[in-house]
């Protein structure tokens, strides 16, 4: 009982206040703004038309009906919503506080784990990440060998459902460590880390074959009752992984762990993108052979080895993009990036430093993203018929300045405060009083 109350106030504590927006009841014109459509080319002084939150017409001079709402946005600029392709957002609040994260499970394999049903809509890190231009995140559970499945998310609504925008869009899949530890102080002797690592990948091995064992005995004609296949809620729920191959995302960094999942994918006849992908540029050419997508984990990162320059985790994207990978970036989980998801169009504006095109980086956390997460149709772009997610800044994207000043979700604007906003604006009043500021 103690447990539940205290998760219960920790929960009030750690939750945002704001209202979700409400939906779209008349039709907005943006007249003369600078629209970055990521799919085609950047309009100057267009007009963009949305209804019922969906863009609904893109022109030069659009003629407003008289239930039209106008806003003049002449010399600001329109850019989709960025997306997160794995984060922890909504699984977890403070990650020294038990009670606030729901990221993981009991148990090395739980593919049956849904993000969705779990995401907390009332995360307060999720207005701080908002206010960024960060609209969609796919939340990811992260521990186990099998995690679970993940959840593409709006970041706004009033439950869960009302924030779904497509689940499952993957089972999350963490290769095993294929490092050795030669050290004479060593837990472990060489020959017992191989074998637990080829123990993993027969493990691995013989779940892909039980479910289609399962598939087949729940599938056969003609099968007597009494010898009907008891359901399964594990073997069930990587049905589409496996037999209908729906994305597998697999967590591989190093490039002996990429190779490794990529063949062990190849000879299973499974469909998998590579998220982490530090050492993706290094097997480039299978990657692009075998049409293999990564979620990049980071830009700013350390090099993999100490024989590399400084600089190569920054041009990782670059390297990935003149060879011809399906690429996006996003951040990798964990503490501190659980609540620092915010900084990821920071993480694409040093890609853009180190050899993307600024066009390139935009897409690597918008359009890019959507296509891997199969909600391309639905967001990434300024296109018609797509949802009405984007922001209006001041500035361009990609640079320090651009922060949204106006936001919309499906048509939805919403609210762009946040605790961080809330402090300065608390702390700027305490020494304006002081006389400490003279504004």
């Given amino acids: 009982m103690k447990i539940l109350i205290s998760a219960l106030l920790i929960s009030i504590i750690y939750s945002n206040n704001q209202i979700p927006g409400s939906d779209q009841k008349r039709p907005i014109l943006l007249r003369g703004g600078t629209l970055h459509t990521v799919s085609g080319d950047v309009l100057e002084e267009y007009d963009l038309l949305f209804a019922e939150g969906k863009i609904v017409t893109i022109d030069e001079q659009i003629q407003p009906s008289p239930e039209t709402d106008v806003i003049d946005i002449y010399g600001k600029h329109v850019i989709p919503g960025f997306i997160a392709g794995y984060t922890r957002i909504g699984l977890t609040e403070i990650s020294a506080v038990k009670q606030t994260n729901d990221h993981s499970e009991i148990g090395n394999i739980n593919p049956n784990v849904r993000a969705n049903v779990a995401y907390n809509p009332d995360s307060d890190l999720i207005p701080v990440t908002r206010s960024n231009g960060v609209f969609i995140v796919n939340s990811s559970p992260t521990s186990g060998r099998i995690a679970g499945q993940s ?152 090099p993999r080895r100490r024989f590399e320059p400084v600089h190569t985790p920054y041009k990782v994207p670059a390297l990935l993009q003149e060879a011809g990978v399906h690429f996006c970036i996003s951040l990798d989980p964990g ?70 000043i106006k936001a919309y979700i499906q048509g939805r604007e919403i609210d762009l405060s946040d605790r961080q906003k809330d402090l300065w604006e608390k702390y700027k009043e305490k020494y304006r009083r002081l006389g400490r500021l003279s504004e």
């Fill in 151 to 302: 959840s593409v998310m709006y970041m706004d609504g009033w439950t869960w459902e009302d924030a779904t925008l497509k689940h499952p869009s993957g089972l999350n899949l963490t290769w095993p460590s294929m490092r050795l530890d030669f050290r004479k102080s060593a837990k472990k002797k060489e020959k017992e880390q191989r074998e637990l690592y080829n123990k993993s990948v027969r493990e691995m091995d013989l779940l892909i074959r039980d479910v289609r064992a399962y598939h087949h005995r729940k599938n056969a004609k003609e099968r007597k009752a009494e010898h009907k296949q008891k359901s399964d809620l594990r073997l069930e729920s990587m049905i589409p992984f496996i037999i209908f191959k729906e994305p597998i995302h697999i967590k591989a960094n190093n490039v002996r762990q990429i190779n490794a999942a990529v063949n062990w994918a190849t000879k299973h006849d499974l469909n998998i993108v590579i998220v982490g992908g530090g050492d993706a540029w290094r097997i480039s050419k299978t990657l692009v052979e075998k049409n293999i997508p990564v979620i990049l984990l980071g830009v700013q990162n350390s």
């Fill in 335 to 404: 503490y501190p990036m659980d609540g620092h998801v915010r900084t990821l169009p920071d993480e694409a504006m040093r890609a853009a430093s180190w050899g993307l095109t600024k066009n390139q980086a935009l897409r690597a956390i918008t359009l890019s993203a959507a296509e891997i997460l199969g909600v391309d149709d639905r967001v990434g772009s300024l296109e018609l018929g797509k949802d009405a997610t984007f922001f209006i800044s001041d500035y361009e994207p990609l640079t320090q300045n651009n922060h949204p």
